[in-house]
């Protein structure tokens, strides 16, 4: 009986290692997205009142910042096109269901 109990836990060692390895395996390709992301030159967002450079205006700061920043600054959520926001509240749907089914 001891030598089952022991091949039993062996067996579930090595799962719980694969396991492991998958779940390392997934959060390196959300690191490597966003690795690429930062990457991306993007360019400032524009109001809607066209190109003004700052010899146009006395009082313009520059262009307008980033979209995240931008809502940032203005306490808002952070801009994302429909498609990537559904598609990274399904990831972390699918990671907080992973994460209460691996309390056992």
Same mark, same amino acid.
């Given at each position: 009986m001891s030598t089952r109990n022991a091949a039993a836990?062996?067996?579930v060692w090595e799962e719980l290692d694969a396991i492991v390895m998958s779940l390392l395996e997934v959060a390196e390709m959300v690191r490597n997205m966003g690795r690429i992301l930062g990457t991306y030159n993007v360019p400032?967002? %524009?109001d809607g009142e066209?190109?003004?450079s700052a010899s146009? %205006?006395?009082s313009g700061p520059?262009?307008?910042p980033h979209p995240p920043a931008a809502a940032a600054a203005a306490g808002g959520p952070p801009m994302m096109f429909p498609q990537e926001s559904a598609a990274l509240a399904e990831l972390r749907q699918q990671v907080e269901?992973?994460?209460k089914g691996a309390r056992v």
């Open positions: 836990l062996a067996a400032p967002v %524009s066209g190109d003004k146009d %205006s006395d520059g262009p307008p269901t992973m994460k």
